[in-house]
Nanobody, 121 residues
Framework: QLQLVESGGGLVQPGGSLRLSCVAS????????IGWFRQAPGKEREGASC???????YYADSVKGRFTISRDNAKNVVYLQMNSLKPEDTAVYYC???????????????WGQGTQVTVSS
């Protein structure tokens, strides 16, 4: 069974950091592009970052310079390091797998269940 599982969310103060993990089971992550999406209450889901099969990385303007996506092929995991967090980063964060990086989530084939990130003092 192909599955993605996110972890690492939590409550953090503004300016703090979190590292999210996306672990795959049943398939090898580096054969896929992995995107991180987020959805805040009452808002549409939006793409935050993506790492392609060749390791190219992409970021939404809202997170550029603060978030870093990376992968550890040996552990079959993709990370999203989030620094300088802001209250507007509060959302449920999802990872998703696809053949190519795309900003439209509807094009992704596999999804995790999400992990909550709350940035608040």
């Amino acid at each position: 069974q192909l599955q993605l599982v996110e972890s690492g969310g939590g409550l953090v103060q503004p300016g703090g950091s979190l590292r999210l993990s996306c672990v795959a089971s049943g398939f090898t992550l580096h054969y896929y592009a992995i995107g991180w999406f987020r959805q805040a209450p009452g808002k549409e889901r939006e793409g935050a970052s993506c790492i392609s099969r060749d390791g190219s990385t992409y970021y939404a303007d809202s997170v550029k310079g603060r978030f870093t996506i990376s992968r550890d092929n040996a552990k079959n995991v993709v990370y999203l390091q989030m620094n300088s967090l802001k209250p507007e980063d509060t959302a449920v964060y999802y990872c998703a797998a696809n053949s190519f990086c795309r900003w439209h989530g509807g094009e992704y084939e596999y999804w995790g269940q999400g992990t909550q990130v709350t940035v608040s003092s």
